[in-house]
């Protein structure tokens, strides 16, 4: 096994298990959160699958970007949400049952909305363009469905295990994804570096605060659905992101950098408004 090999099996299992995590700290009732109010189900998916693409397409044409900064922008805003969301929403004040809702409804209808999204950007800049519905499926499924359903099994089911087991878990998977993503940023930080000055910087900025901005005026009267949906909004799956890249793009590889990029800046540029949201509304219990 190569040393490639041992990054990628830790990248996995580091991301399964803090995703399973979540999963012993989700009830049922989560599940079914957004069922029950279907108005804030409408707003969430118009400003994810509707407005957040429509910015990316925006800046695209708009601003003359390296055509790896473009691929990155339009790939990462028609990919669904990321696995982590609802945890990093809670602790910035965000409603735990609705980020969780959100994240599976997402995951669900992005096996049909990626691809349609992706053919229909495709038509909208003239080229042919498209992803496997399957592929996406498989996807979502190992990243997303199946490690948050198996924690709620085991939390509903056997729960004296769920809370056995459930510290050392957020203990050991950060511990993990620390040591896959090291020899990763090691590799591509060249590569990284090279972008300052292509405007690549200010137009990811821009991308993710206007997601921000859009969610939050969005989210409704409520102050925890306004930070889950801004946060949810600039937030994207970059598995995905990737995915669509190397379907449609073989030869631009540098565009991973540019979406390793987009998830260090989403720390740093959501990180005020996430902070101003816990001052302002309190952060609710952890997921």
């Given at each position: 096994?190569?040393?490639?090999?041992?990054?990628?099996?830790?990248?996995?299992?580091?991301?399964?298990?803090?995703?399973?995590?979540?999963?012993?700290?989700?009830?049922?009732?989560?599940?079914?959160?957004?069922?029950?109010?279907?108005?804030?189900?409408?707003?969430?998916?118009?400003?994810?699958?509707?407005?957040?693409?429509?910015?990316?397409?925006?800046?695209?044409?708009?601003?003359?970007?390296?055509?790896?900064?473009?691929?990155?922008?339009?790939?990462?805003?028609?990919?669904?949400?990321?696995?982590?969301?609802?945890r990093k929403a809670v602790r910035s004040g965000g409603d735990g049952s609705y980020g969780m809702g959100l994240l599976l409804v997402v995951a669900v209808l992005a096996v049909v909305l990626v691809p349609v999204s992706v053919t229909v950007l495709g038509k909208v800049f003239g080229r042919d363009a498209g992803i496997s519905?399957?592929?996406?499926?498989?996807?979502?499924?190992?990243?997303?469905?199946?490690?948050?359903?198996?924690?709620?099994?085991?939390?509903?089911?056997?729960?004296?295990?769920?809370?056995?087991?459930?510290?050392?878990?957020?203990?050991?998977?950060?511990?993990?994804?620390?040591?896959?993503?090291?020899?990763?940023?090691?590799?591509?930080?060249?590569?990284?570096?090279?972008?300052?000055?292509?405007?690549?910087?200010?137009?990811?900025?821009?991308?993710?605060?206007?997601?921000?901005?859009?969610?939050?005026?969005?989210?409704?009267?409520?102050?925890?659905?306004?930070?889950?949906?801004?946060?949810?909004?600039?937030?994207?799956?970059?598995?995905?992101?990737?995915?669509?890249?190397?379907?449609?793009?073989?030869?631009?590889?540098?565009?991973?950098?540019?979406?390793?990029?987009?998830?260090?800046?989403?720390?740093?540029?959501?990180?005020?408004?996430?902070?101003?949201?816990?001052?302002?509304?309190?952060?609710?219990?952890?997921?």
């Amino acid at each position: 096994m190569s040393i490639q090999d041992i990054v990628q099996l830790f990248l996995k299992i580091s991301l399964l298990l803090m995703v399973f995590s979540l999963g012993l700290g989700t009830r049922i009732e989560d599940l079914i959160y957004l069922a029950r109010r279907p108005r804030l189900l409408i707003r969430s998916l118009l400003v994810i699958n509707v407005i957040v693409p429509l910015v990316g397409a925006g800046l695209i044409s708009l601003f003359p970007l390296p055509m790896e900064v473009k691929i990155a922008v339009i790939t990462l805003s028609v990919s669904p949400l990321p696995p982590l969301m609802p945890r990093k929403a809670v602790r910035s004040g965000g409603d735990g049952s609705y980020g969780m809702g959100l994240l599976l409804v997402v995951a669900v209808l992005a096996v049909v909305l990626v691809p349609v999204s992706v053919t229909v950007l495709g038509k909208v800049f003239g080229r042919d363009a498209g992803i496997s519905w399957l592929k996406v499926a498989i996807i979502m499924a190992q990243a997303v469905l199946a490690p948050v359903l198996a924690g709620v099994a085991v939390a509903r089911f056997v729960p004296k295990i769920a809370a056995f087991i459930d510290r050392p878990i957020r203990i050991a998977a950060p511990f993990l994804l620390f040591l896959a993503l090291v020899p990763v940023m090691v590799k591509l930080g060249p590569t990284v570096l090279a972008l300052i000055g292509t405007g690549a910087f200010l137009a990811l900025s821009a991308f993710i605060l206007a997601g921000i901005g859009a969610g939050h005026l969005m989210g409704g009267p409520a102050p925890a659905d306004r930070a889950v949906l801004a946060l949810a909004a600039a937030s994207r799956h970059p598995g995905i992101a990737m995915a669509i890249a190397a379907a449609n793009f073989p030869n631009a590889k540098s565009a991973t950098a540019v979406i390793i990029l987009y998830l260090v800046l989403n720390t740093f540029v959501a990180f005020p408004y996430a902070w101003i949201c816990r001052r302002v509304y309190g952060a609710q219990a952890e997921v």
